[in-house]
T-cell receptor, first 112, second 114 residues
Framework: AQRVTQPEKLLSVFKGAPVELKCNYS??????LFWYVQYSRQRLQLLLR??SRESIKGFTADLNKGETSFHLKKPFAQEEDSAMYYC??????????????FGKGTHLIIQP | NAGVTQTPKFQVLKTGQSMTLQCAQD?????MSWYRQDPGMGLRLIHY???????DQGEVPNGYNVSRSTTEDFPLRLLSAAPSQTSVYFC?????????????FGSGTQLSVL
């Protein structure tokens, strides 16, 4: 069974400091990995996906198959980054539950 | 396009009452799903559907029913509400035909069962 672990429920950093939200997964194949974000009073939305190798709002995430990790990083945190962040995994070959498996989420607070 | 629309936004029920959470999408997505969001538990899949007439159970299906009579609508029914079903519910949809396609989420329904 696929699993996603976000070890930190809460992460608080000062504005301008680097941010790293950890995500580790358990999956036997080649997963599809995503980061979703939920800003206050807004709906969940996709932040980035590993296949795109993109940088969104200054965030990047690299898939490390050796460490089975997909950590989300930003070199300089901004106050508007405060939000709930969810790491998610999807089995591209799965014919069962096609839904994403989400981690439990990390609440990121950026202090001024 | 309105995207994914959920109603109601808030609901309070008494134990034993039944109700239906509505979800509609106007993007012609095949895949639709329901999640519940609980503190410290993240998002957990309740039920999902890969097309009209096809539904299946997710991780936490007990106490919930779904149906998919049209591509657009995917209602979630609570048969006999229990306090353990107090949660925030999210409906989501995606186009399964596209590799790595993202989920589009509704704005959520906050449900309290007393």
């Amino acid at each position: 069974a696929q699993r996603v672990t976000q070890p930190e429920k809460l992460l608080s950093v000062f504005k301008g400091a680097p941010v790293e939200l950890k995500c580790n997964y358990s999956y036997s194949g080649s997963p599809e990995l995503f980061w979703y974000v939920q800003y206050s009073r807004q709906r969940l939305q996709l932040l980035l996906r590993h296949i795109s190798r993109e940088s969104i709002k200054g965030f990047t995430a690299d898939l490390n198959k050796g460490e089975t990790s997909f950590h989300l990083k930003k070199p300089f945190a901004q106050e508007e980054d405060s939000a709930m962040y969810y790491c998610a995994l999807r089995d591209p070959l799965g014919f069962g539950a096609d839904g994403l498996t989400f981690g439990k989420g990390t609440h990121l607070i950026i202090q001024p | 396009n309105a995207g994914v629309t959920q109603t109601p936004k808030f609901q309070v029920l008494k134990t034993g009452q039944s109700m239906t959470l509505q979800c509609a999408q106007d993007m012609n997505h095949e895949y639709m799903s329901w999640y519940r969001q609980d503190p410290g538990m993240g998002l957990r899949l309740i039920h999902y559907s890969v097309g009209a007439g096809i539904t299946d159970q997710g991780e936490v299906p007990n106490g919930y029913n779904v149906s998919r009579s049209t591509t657009e609508d995917f209602p979630l029914r609570l048969l006999s509400a229990a306090p353990s079903q107090t949660s925030v519910y999210f409906c989501a949809s995606s186009d399964r035909q596209l590799l790595n396609e993202k989920l589009f989420f509704g704005s959520g329904t906050q449900l309290s069962v007393l």
